[in-house]
């Protein structure tokens, strides 16, 4: 059902992992641009009625309303299962307990007697929150985005899900009843490349919002990448990845659970396994073919072990099961070594690392306190994933006296000279008569940082995860 690459004795590379050796899901943005720069122009100059139009093309439904009712989005959470309510709340808790930890305080830097920088974390004013709404239903995802945004202290918090046919083009309902639960009272029925674009642009109903986060399909990657300038964006979301680096202490029937609870994502979701023991991809291949059999999406968890972009490594040591993982950078990575927590530890590049027997990724996906919305198709190596720090801009304010500018006044003259932009170094004599102001000097030394107040703004209040859907524009 899976793949293998034997990597052992000579077969390994001596230069180091090439990461066209790896397996990795075929996501061709570049092709989805050209469908959807239409739709994106169509929303930039119609508005609704472009949003509402496109999604009933693509999710075959037309909503009443591209705004949905709060009567709705009360319902909703009136008509929430019970167990659901109570597993959502615990999400959410946990959530909030870790985003709130990394909430960033100004900082105030004495450079000179009288000259300062301070960085200041500020928090955009508007963001829109994408859910994604095609094979499955993604509450968690609502938890993964708006937590951080409120943490963070955001202004203004709006979501936009897929309408859908079966529930009168409304948002899912457990969507619907996430989003109240967190008080976010803007929802919008939109999904796919024409929902990005009614971030970016605005319309009669939705006004434009200055960062778009959250997981989607190659369209909404796309339009991501189309919109970006004009909107902030975390990442380009693909296809959901999974990578377990094991030894033979690990239990197979593990192994081989993990891999297929991120392979029913989507039929283009990767699973690879890294390991040094061919005794445990044996029995990591025999469990899949138990298990895979039995569980409710055989079909499209088939087709994602058996593609192109699954495999099972084989290598000889740990150390290089640690170059494969970081040079395939993997959205979520699984350590089920012995002494598993040392081997975290030398991990560099991932979007989240799992350590040992009982942190499943599925934990992470819901109840970790951590974020699921992470960097895929290799990213990790130079992004992160959204973080409470994904909602704030640091902005220096710089603060000199002026004998703080007389003392350095030289030094800018000089090096605008070098630079030939004397007009750089007349914009500090103007202060001085148009002449350098005498008391050249060294400077004292740096002092040390000290901590500001809180960054204004900063309160509660109201992941995919590159998750896949359903691989049409619209959704």
Request: proline share 6%; aromatic share 4%; net charge negative.
């Amino acid at each position: 059902m899976i793949s293998r690459i034997d990597l052992r004795g000579a077969a390994f590379p001596e230069g180091g992992i090439d990461r066209e050796l790896l397996p990795r899901a075929e996501l061709d943005v570049e092709a989805a641009l050209e469908a959807v720069r239409p739709i994106c122009e169509d929303v930039r100059h119609r508005g609704t009625e472009a949003v509402l139009e496109h999604g009933e093309r693509f999710d075959g439904v037309r909503p009443q309303s591209l705004r949905v009712p709060a009567e709705a989005l009360a319902q909703a959470l009136l008509g929430l299962d019970e167990d659901v309510r109570a597993a959502l709340e615990e999400s959410i808790r946990r959530a909030r307990i870790v985003h709130r930890a990394q909430r960033r305080s100004d900082v105030v830097t004495q450079v000179v007697p009288g000259g300062t920088v301070t960085e200041r974390w500020v928090p955009v004013r508007r963001v829109g929150l994408y859910v994604p709404g095609g094979r499955a239903v993604y509450p968690s995802s609502v938890v993964m985005n708006v937590v951080p945004a409120q943490e963070a202290g955001v202004d203004a918090v709006a979501v936009a899900s897929p309408p859908q046919a079966g529930f009168d083009g409304l948002p899912h309902p457990t969507v619907l009843a996430a989003c109240a639960m967190l008080g976010v009272s803007e929802v919008y029925a939109a999904g796919g490349a024409q929902a990005i674009a009614m971030f970016a642009y605005g319309t009669a109903d939705c006004r434009p919002v200055d960062l778009v986060t959250g997981p989607g399909n190659v369209y909404v990657a796309a339009a991501k990448r189309l919109l970006k300038g004009r909107i902030g964006i975390d990442a380009e979301a693909g296809p959901t990845e999974i990578a377990v680096l094991a030894d033979d202490s690990a239990d197979p029937a593990h192994v081989a659970a993990d891999l297929i609870s991120q392979a029913e994502h989507d039929p283009l979701a990767a699973a690879v396994l890294v390991t040094t023991s061919a005794a445990l991809a044996d029995a990591v291949d025999k469990e899949l073919g138990v298990q895979v059999a039995a569980t409710r999406h055989t079909e499209r968890i088939t087709a994602a072990l058996s593609g192109r972009q699954s495999a099972t490594v084989l290598v000889d040591t740990v150390d290089q099961a640690l170059e494969v993982t970081d040079a395939y950078a993997a959205e979520h990575l699984e350590i089920q070594t012995a002494d598993a927590a040392a081997v975290a530890a030398r991990v560099r590049n991932a979007g989240a690392v799992f350590v040992g027997p009982y942190a499943p990724v599925s934990l992470g996906d819901y109840c970790a306190g951590s974020n699921h919305v992470l960097p895929t198709g290799g990213c990790a190596c130079h992004s992160s994933g959204l973080s409470v720090q994904s909602f704030l801009r640091g902005i220096h304010v710089v603060d000199y006296s002026r004998d703080a500018l007389a003392e350095v006044a030289h030094h800018v003259v000089t090096l605008a000279g070098a630079e030939d932009l004397p007009a750089h170094g007349a914009a500090v004599t103007a202060r001085f008569g148009g002449a350098e102001p005498e008391g050249r000097g060294g400077g004292a030394e740096p002092e040390g940082r000290s901590g500001g107040a809180e960054p204004e703004g900063r309160g509660g209040g109201a992941e995919p995860e590159g998750r896949g859907e359903g691989e049409v524009p619209g959704r």
